[in-house]
T-cell receptor, first 111, second 116 residues
């Protein structure tokens, strides 16, 4: 049983560019949440997707958007990248009222 | 608003010592979940425990134990007889009870180094 997978593992982008990160949830999970973890800090909640809709959102600008597909996989898109967007982006999946399982993350570097 | 404070930024112990990681939280909710996660250098967050606010009973799992005290809004984590493999960053987190898992508020973590 595969756990949560994320791609790519690492990514380097230039300021102003756009990026798409991908996440496949653990088998049987229908909810995907995205977190941003800056160096030396705890993860910060970006948003959560359930039934292909954004259900909850943290304090992040509209440059951060997402999508969930019918197979429950999800994408995180960030437009107009800033240097401050450099971070580890974590995806977590869960089923209703269950604990979250995290993926290995995507390390994004913006230069 | 919810807040989680892990006052200990870094802790260093020698193998076989016991170590306690502190976690203090703030929430206006009367019902909530509390979590501990371990983040090894590989970066993946590993789930350790979830407790709901109804259950203040302490829990022990092998060398790990957790002390939940609602009166002081604390959820501390103790590792007994620490081992080098316990070296990692440990995060305490809080989430609402009445929503689907997610939107957790994390502390900034405690980096534990266990020396041989």
């Amino acid at each position: 049983d595969a756990g949560v997978t994320q791609s790519p593992t690492h990514l380097i982008k230039t300021r102003g560019q756009q990026v798409t990160l991908r996440c496949s949830p653990k088998s049987g999970h229908d909810t995907v949440s995205w977190y941003q973890q800056a160096l030396g800090q705890g993860p910060q909640f970006i948003f959560q997707y359930y039934e292909e809709e954004e259900r909850q959102r943290g304090n992040f600008p509209d440059r951060f958007s997402g999508h969930q597909f019918p197979n429950y996989s999800s994408e995180l898109n960030v437009n107009a990248l800033l240097l401050g967007d450099s971070a580890l982006y974590l995806c977590a999946s869960s089923q209703t009222s269950s604990e979250q399982y995290f993926g290995p993350g995507t390390r994004l570097t913006v230069t | 608003a919810q807040k989680v404070t892990q006052a200990q930024t870094e802790i260093s112990v020698v193998e076989k010592e016991d170590v306690t990681l502190d976690c203090v939280y703030e929430t206006r909710d009367t019902t909530y979940y509390l979590f501990w996660y371990k983040q090894p250098p590989s970066g993946e967050l590993v789930f350790l425990i979830r407790r709901n606010s109804f259950d203040e009973q302490n829990e022990i799992s092998g060398r790990y134990s957790w002390n939940f005290q609602k009166s002081t809004s604390s959820f501390n984590f103790t590792i007994t007889a620490s081992q080098v493999v316990d070296s990692a960053v440990y995060f305490c987190a809080l989430s609402e009870l009445n929503t689907n898992a997610g939107k957790s508020t994390f502390g900034d973590g405690t980096t534990l180094t266990v020396k041989p």
